[in-house]
């Protein structure tokens, strides 16, 4: 019983394009949200997060959007660079717990 | 600038070894978690703890103990390694800070291998 879902396990992007990684969230109860990135033999690093309050965070060429009622939340990177190319998990919590869930991953290859 | 390390960074080991990994945070979190990270499973909760001495399951403790001695100190034991365990290793650290983020900071990860 998966809740967090990230459907797409790898994705290929120009370099100086926008990449949208995407991740779904089962339960309603998640409020806040957030973003890891991980290169190969180090370990994830937090990237940027949104509470259920927001829709829209942004922080320089990443954006992360929330869309409560279709439990849907996606990474917007512009313009991407080949330092971008990495695994990205999404992760959801109950803001105030301490755990996080996480999603499966989507490799990122930025080709120059 | 907030650390965490991991006691080894590749391991091998043979079957029905026990096998600790240690983790060492130097930030005063109360929070220390174990996560293991296999390919199309993302990560995968081990094991938490929230206070020296206390531990809870995580989604995976099957195969798995952990030891928390000290505040900055989070052990996880394999007590008799197999196979399946050959994965990589995460630990990660954050703060008891309710109704903020939910931040956790990630150790270097342990690859094990067991043969």
């Known amino acids: 019983d998966q809740q967090v879902k990230q459907n797409s396990p790898s994705l290929s992007v120009q370099e100086g394009r926008i990449s949208i990684l995407n991740c779904d969230y089962t339960?309603?109860?998640?409020?806040?949200f957030l973003w890891y990135k991980k290169y190969p033999a180090e370990g994830p690093t937090f990237l940027i997060s949104?509470?259920?309050?927001?829709d829209k965070n942004e922080d320089g060429r990443f954006t992360v959007f929330l869309n409560k009622s279709a439990k849907h939340l996606s990474l917007h990177i512009v313009p991407s660079q080949p330092g971008d190319s990495a695994v990205y998990f999404c992760?959801?919590?109950?803001?105030?717990?301490?755990?996080?869930?996480f999603g499966q991953g989507t490799r990122l290859t930025i080709n120059p | 600038d907030v650390k965490v390390t991991q006691s080894s960074r590749y391991l091998v080991k043979r079957t029905g070894e026990k096998v600790f990994l240690e983790c060492v945070q130097d930030?005063?979190?109360?929070?220390m978690f174990w996560y293991r990270q296999d390919p199309g499973l993302g990560l995968r909760l081990i094991y938490f703890?929230?206070?020296?001495?206390?531990?809870e399951k995580g989604d995976i403790p099957e195969g798995y103990s952990v030891s928390r001695e000290k505040k900055e100190r989070f052990s996880l034991i394999l007590e008799s390694a197999s196979t399946n365990q050959t994965s990589m290793y995460l630990c990660?650290?954050?703060?008891?800070?309710?109704?903020?983020?939910?931040?956790?900071?990630f150790g270097p990860g342990t690859r094990l291998t067991v043969l």
């Open positions: 339960n309603s109860m998640f409020d806040y």
């Open positions: 703890s929230y206070d020296v001495k206390m531990k």
């Open positions: 930030m005063d979190h109360e929070n």
């Open positions: 990660a650290s954050s703060p008891i800070l309710a109704g903020v983020s939910n931040e956790q900071f």
């Open positions: 992760a959801v919590s109950i803001q105030g717990a301490q755990k996080l869930v």
């Open positions: 949104i509470s259920s309050i927001k």
